[in-house]
């Protein structure tokens, strides 16, 4: 039946020439000849309210069904903006992309890579990055996972003009070679359809592995793209070189900026670069994390910016669920093991980080694992730059559906089928560089958990405790966040299952209401 | 016609000729001059009339021509107040049409409640009982039957369809000799599903069509008695019995409920632990597919020993009738495998964990990352086309295929307005609890059904050409879902078809066209250009949709728009 219309659809050119031939068949079957290939056109609506205006049903938009939530982030004008006389009153938040009058090919790569609408932040941000004169700086925080990497991306590649294909006008710089690929990517896919005049073209500026005989071999010459993103040393080699002109860069952007902003070697390139930018570039600073020490310093890269901010509390990501197991300390690490086995029958599981702290027990996870038919990607500093971009694409391809891990994937890395991270050991850090006491590390562990969850989804994190440290560990970044952690009993199982049923299922729309604009 | 003569030809020079021929003057009076010039007369005369003639004939086709020509403008001004005449009747003709369409008529008034399945049931299933302990199973029969009934009301089946299912643990050998009767609850539903088309015309045409189109077409699970009719109107462009796979699913629930409560508390305690095992080794093992198929063959071993641990009764259970979980019961089929009356319950039971574990792994992966959705479709069809799990030769992949019914009605040609509480419910959008009023956020909305429309997709267009066993649902499947999607009328398209859709397309449009051939590229036309255009509704899902047939221009080259 329905397979006809399609049929008609397609016969309806070669019907059209036959126009004057007495019908022979029914005039019902050849009602598509005069009209064209869309039998139905002319049909009188049967739903005279049928919606005219996009935005009002775009899935799940406005309309009677509205998921209305602005969303818990608090949004501070920059001094210039409230000498306009700006305040919150004058908030300005779009519903769609075409409210932002971006050019439609840019529209069609979003829509290509599945944003539908904007995250609660990018539509609270981007209205005054894109739409402002003069652009204002903006130091913005938001939970991990809720379409950062996608703000500063979509305003980078609004500000290019287009007729100076060869001189950078945008740069990111990210923290590492994983994250700026990773961004590159991003820029790649939603600048897909500019072709032909105003093809786009990103200059990827990672450090060579010298240790790597895979690496590519390191940049000769000027750059001549367009955007340009990559980590402070290598950037700021090129500059020194003169190979990349920066007088006419519209847009700087931090990535991880606390990150960067508080290691010192970071830190510093990336205040050195900052120098070489002309002081009317727009400058974005992004992480879901900004610790006090490091707001100071990022309000002299970053001067006179908005801020998009989140309460402490209001950091982790709701839809991520917290859980932690108590392993059998008497069995020691193999009471780890079994443990870690048995979790994968829990629930339905997409992908998988499991975070360790060191390369041993990364080690012998990974042959625990691989003995169950699981497939097992190890990833850690020590590996060469190309096998982490190697390890990374494939995991990214889904050809693995465990990752095992040091602190080098903890940050940024959106991979969205992941659905459950496990931390092996609860992440400490040290008091000082030389000293042995070890306190618990807050920031890694809200970047850990932040690789699930993405834009929305469920995921599952969950901790594994074996002694009094570390149950004491985890109990102290539980009560910093404000969130209670389950225990999950593994004795008995089907309970255990309901268990995680019962908390993946409790209330799943919260984690909405921070993605949701 | 004398006027015509050639003017060049003049007399002197006609006579100058004959002169011209002659040396001398003397025998100018000789008779061979005369005879000459006679005949060059004759010989100018001839000329001359044949250059008339021809002047003539000429003349008269000219006149010919231009009253033919008259004729055609006439004809031809004929013919196109005929055509549009034609026109003007066809267009009557489909507004006549499309007004009879719309309404379309309550397809089961015509046939009332029809009782005859449930008769052989309930007459027969005392006959035999074929697992260990008889009287309790049919106890606990009846209390797996009246628990949904007086708790959960919303899944309250009519009575005709209740009973198929009250026989589910019940064993009657003596069946064998008349089959017919067990045909019945799934044949019923066929002839209903294809009653309408021939009914609508007679009544309706003043049922209005906006509430039909936005009738949810779930409620009748809720009330069933009252809402039927209003139902069945827009069931036209649904696909084969979904309604049966509603009875399926309500089937699989109450033996979900039996393997996970009732058994627990007696004895077979061990029953229920056992299940328990079984179903997290499946679950676990569809969490470690991989793109690499060879990978695979752990996991999907696993699965399968499960299965056979269940069917073989390594674990035993009580003997249910499988065809309460298919669409139509097959007759034994020489040569196959598991041709008796019944399996085992803990098999089923498996089956559907399978079910539930795919589709759950299709939205949780196959979701945020569509290409995920390729290996699982192939795990699926991979397992249900076993021989060693068909019933009767039957694939028994309707479990499956309920469980999708439920979850995305679309693929099965449901459509409603997402901005009505009704209308998600048609559509699939999930409430955040169970019971719950409120609705899952938009973008889990939109991953869930991306994910399904993937894993249809991947189900069903798989290459058997090369395989020993059939494909449990076949290709022509995907083609009768995007037709019964595109062919929706534009003012009632929507979002949550315009997701499933691209979901259907992207990544599996070569393996698509690979069956389909120019006949597929120009339904991806339909699908993904004329579709989203003519659409009334607009917005992101359909710019989406609309978007990938650029991406598969830029990709692939293949180039739809014209």
Redesign the interface.
Known sequence: MSGNASEDAEKAPSLADRITRPATSSWADEVSSPTGATPTKDTPSPLPAAQVDGTATILGGSGMMEDDDDGPIDLYYSDQQKQRGLDSQDRRIIKTWEDLGLNPLLLKGLYSMGFLRPSNIQSQALPHLLLENPPPNMIGQSRSGTGKTGTFAITMLARLDFSKPNIPQAMCIAPTRELAIQIVGVIQTMGQYFVGQETLRVHSAVSPDPKDPNSPPPHRGPVNAMVVVGTPGTIEGLIKQRQLNTSQLRIVVLDEADQMLSSQGHGDSSLRIKRFTPPTAQVLLFSATFPENVNKFASFFCPDPMRLELKVEELTVKGIKQMFVDCDSQAGRDGQYETLVQLYGLTTIGQSIIFVKTRATADAIEHKLSEADHQVLKLHGGMLGSERDNAIQRFRNGEFKVLITTNVFARGIDISAISLVINYDVPMKRLSPNGRDEVPDFETYLHRIGRTGRFGRTGLAISFVFDKPSFDALSAIGNYFGVEMTRLDLDDLDGAETLVKDIINKNQKENQKAVSG | MGDSLPRNDDPASLLGRSFLGLDTFEYRNSEQVHRDALAAAQAEHARVREVAVRAYELHEARLAQVELYQRSLQEEER?RI??AR??A???L???E??AKR?PIPPPRLPTPPPPPPPVPRESEPAAVVATPPPANTSQQQSQIEQQPVSTTPSILQPPTQLQPARSPFVQAQARTTQPQNLFQPPAQSKTAQAAP?FQQNTQSQALP??SQ?QQPIQKPIQQPEALKPVVKQSS??L?WTPERYLEIFQNLKKLRKYIREDSASKPTKELK?QA??LK??I??????????VK?NN??KE?IMNALRQARDGGVPSIQVDPSLYMISKPEPTEGARNNGETMPALFLYLLNILAK?IV??L???A???P??AEKIGFLTVAIFSQSEFLWRGHTMIDILMAKMRVSCPVLF?FRG?????EG?AVVGWKR???GNK??????????RM?GLGAGYASICLRDFSKSAVTSPWKPWHY??T???I??T????AC??QF?VLKAMIEFSEQKFLKFYGS?GV??LR?ALV?FPE?A?????????LA??A??LL?DTGLRLRQ
């Open positions: 013919v005929e055509t034609a026109e009747e066809v267009r003709r489909e507004i049409n499309a719309i088309p069509n906006v189109q036209h462009h696909l632990n328990g095992n997290r080794s679950v676990a093992s569809l969490g470690k597919l991989t793109l690499d990978l752990g996991p696993t574990g759950k792994q939205i949780n992966e979701g945020p990352a290409k995920a040609g307005l997402e901005t009505t509480i998600r955040d609890k169970e409120s609705f899952v956020a938009a973008q889990v909305h939109s991953d991306t083609w009768q995007l037709a019964t595109t062919s009328p534009p003012e009632e979002s949550t997701t006949a120009a339904a339909v004329d003519n009334t509704q607009k917005g992101a899902a359909n710019m989406s978007v990938l650029d991406k830029k």
